[in-house]
């Protein structure tokens, strides 16, 4: 079968590879669609530290059933729509006695730690197997990043009340926007693009902030979600935040970061980190995709396999104007 790998820094090739069969336990699924991440294009860049090489990428992914090994449990049916939980969970470190299997020590995902999905099949337990619902095909692999930015709402606590920042208006951070407009709260989008705050005050933000402009106007926010990983962004969330606020940490920076810790305690800050995704939180994002929203603009383009290498150059050259690639594997 076809299968995209990238086999060092800055080459990425389709190959063939070995057809799975689904054991005991495991469900077959054929790939529609799986998406280019930030994580793939620093895979593809040689700055992905959780990366050996050669490496298949997809943790994004829109796929349906077609076979079925033994020992699954009858809902599920051949020809069904799906996506992936991309992630494991080792059942015995601190975050999973706790239930938080998201965060586990020793987590490994889809395209990162392990190869992923960008290929013609995969194989996974049938636990890790998620029905879409009513989600147009096109759009099944935009679930999994989109449950990245709830699961960020989740972990802030947001509510009606508050007034909600969202520094970074990628795809994760627009999931957080999205969450945070569901539960009511007036959201401040914050981004250096034009094309970024457009999108987000469609979404639904209240203000569309260029964050490389004077803060004028704006009330405090009570929430700040950190969707960027950078000094700067970091710095902004601490400053920016309400007394008594509470910061939500996605981004992943490069470097480390010297902050004005003494605004943790003059503010009584909460801050938090945000990992992954959990179960609710793709079943959240399934319900608010099956609605009937238009999320043509979250998709930048679709490819054909075999002009990944060509996509991923464009991408690293021009990274901030990109949302999500999707390689498109079948109809």
Known sequence: MKTLQIVQPGVIRLTDTPEPAPGPGEIKVKIHYAGFCGSDLNTFRGANAMVSYPRIPGHEIGASIEALGSDV?????????VTLNPYTSCGKCASCRRG???????????????????KEFICVPWQKVIPCGEVPLKYTALIEPMSVGFHAANRGRITKDDVVMVIG???????????AVQRGATVIAADIDPVKLELARKLGAAYAYNSSTEWEGLPDPDVVIEAVGSVPTYRMAVERVAFTGRIVCIGYAKTDVSLPTSLFVKKELDIMGSRNATPEDFSDVISYLSSGVDADAFVSDIIDPKDAQDALEKWNANPGKVFRILTKWAI
């Open 100 to 118: 938080r299997h998201n965060a586990c020590e020793n987590n490994e995902t889809l395209g990162v730690q392990r190869d992923g999905a960008m």
């Open 169 to 179: 208006c990628g795809m994760v951070g627009l999931g957080a926007l999205v969450s």
């Open 73 to 81: 449990p009858d809902t599920f049916k051949p020809g069904q729509i």
